[in-house]
């Protein structure tokens, strides 16, 4: 599984991004076999979830994200997207993207994109 982020970039406050995850090199029932999430982690800061959609489409956010953030799966494209909007500047981060296949346990990540948020 190998995991490609894009659509960070530099947003003023209130602002709106769209952050997607492609899962290129891996055949469709290895994506759509697998649970995706967002994360993000900040300069000094832990990795934080900020959003997951399981196999069944279930969603979960984390605390920063409910009411703001929507996660989504296209099965057929084999991506994964994160619409941000009303982006803060605490939302500043590198946001990674994460793959969990559920037959096997391998947890794959992918190489962060850089949201930065100016007030």
């Known amino acids: 599984v190998q995991l490609q982020a894009s659509g960070g970039g530099l947003v003023q406050a209130g602002g709106s991004l769209r952050l997607s995850c492609v899962c290129s090199?891996?055949?469709?029932?290895?994506?759509?076999?697998?649970?995706m999430a967002w994360y993000r982690q900040a300069p000094g800061k832990e990795r934080e979830l900020v959003a997951s959609i399981n196999t069944n489409g279930i969603t979960k956010y984390g605390d920063a994200a409910k009411g703001r953030f929507t996660i989504s799966r296209n099965n057929a494209k084999k991506t994964v997207n994160l619409q941000m909007n009303s982006l803060k500047p605490e939302d500043t981060s590198v946001y990674y993207c994460?793959?969990?296949?559920?037959?096997?346990?391998?947890?794959?990540w992918g190489k962060g994109t850089l949201v930065t948020v100016s007030s």
């Open positions: 994460n793959a969990e296949t559920t037959f096997n346990g391998v947890v794959s």
């Open positions: 090199r891996c055949i469709l029932s290895t994506f759509s076999g697998s649970d």
